[in-house]
């Protein structure tokens, strides 16, 4: 079994797809207290249902407090996210006796800290000393290739969500919308 960690964008969705169906994954969605947190969890809830996967959510709303005053805003991505993120995930893949965590990871991520070949490989070191594997299947695709990918799988962009604001309609012009229009765009 493996743990992926589903945001309810194109990447996690995808990887939802591809690896959905035998009964050995499970998805995480974690509310951080993301503006979007909401829209986000209701598409991961709806992934889930319509690919039969179990998902654990976790409320962690509480973290933004833990930021000096004006160092995060919830519209805008928690530092070290992918930290948290993969840490819980990995609690979780012990906890269950999982093989490995599953993180949608794109090549245009990597030019975020977070997202870059040492901090990615650091995260796979530290997972493997705990005897997990760390998985980024798609670190070497740019969004459009992942999309191609998805729809080739059947994966319905329109439920899925990427609006950084957490509007029910996108905003169309925050960084995640802009990034989803163009990928979109690019494979149609």
Same mark, same amino acid.
């Given at each position: 079994? $493996? &743990?992926? !960690?589903?945001?309810?964008?194109?990447?996690? %969705?995808?990887?939802?797809?591809?690896?959905?169906? $035998?009964?050995?994954?499970?998805?995480?969605?974690? @509310?951080?207290?993301?503006?979007?947190?909401?829209?986000?969890?209701?598409? *991961? &809830?709806?992934?889930?249902?319509?690919?039969?996967? +179990?998902?654990?959510?976790? *409320?962690?709303?509480?973290?933004?407090?833990?930021? =000096? =005053?004006?160092?995060?805003? +919830?519209?805008? +991505?928690?530092?070290?996210?992918?930290?948290?993120?993969?840490?819980?995930?990995?609690?979780?893949?012990?906890?269950?006796?999982?093989?490995?965590?599953?993180?949608?990871?794109?090549?245009?991520?990597?030019?975020?800290?977070?997202?870059? =070949? +040492?901090?990615?490989?650091?995260?796979? /070191?530290?997972?493997?000393? !705990?005897?997990?594997?760390?998985?980024? =299947?798609?670190? @070497?695709? $740019?969004? *459009?290739?992942?999309?191609?990918?998805?729809? *080739?799988?059947?994966? /319905?962009?329109?439920?899925?969500?990427?609006?950084?604001?957490?509007?029910?309609?996108?905003?169309?012009?925050?960084?995640?919308?802009?990034?989803?229009?163009?990928?979109? %765009?690019? /494979?149609?």
């Amino acid at each position: 079994m $493996s &743990i992926l !960690l589903l945001s309810g964008g194109i990447e996690s %969705a995808t990887l939802l797809h591809e690896r959905c169906g $035998s009964g050995d994954l499970r998805a995480l969605f974690i @509310d951080y207290g993301q503006r979007a947190a909401r829209a986000e969890r209701a598409v *991961a &809830i709806a992934l889930c249902e319509r690919t039969g996967t +179990p998902l654990t959510t976790l *409320a962690l709303k509480g973290l933004g407090a833990l930021a =000096p =005053p004006g160092a995060w805003k +919830p519209h805008v +991505p928690l530092p070290a996210r992918n930290l948290l993120a993969v840490s819980l995930a990995a609690n979780q893949a012990l906890a269950l006796k999982a093989r490995g965590v599953l993180l949608g990871l794109q090549r245009d991520d990597q030019e975020h800290r977070e997202g870059a =070949p +040492p901090f990615i490989a650091a995260l796979a /070191d530290t997972l493997a000393a !705990l005897g997990l594997a760390f998985e980024t =299947p798609y670190r @070497d695709l $740019s969004k *459009a290739e992942v999309v191609a990918r998805g729809r *080739a799988l059947g994966v /319905d962009y329109a439920a899925t969500y990427s609006c950084l604001l957490g509007r029910r309609a996108p905003c169309g012009r925050c960084p995640q919308c802009r990034s989803r229009a163009q990928a979109l %765009a690019c /494979d149609s």
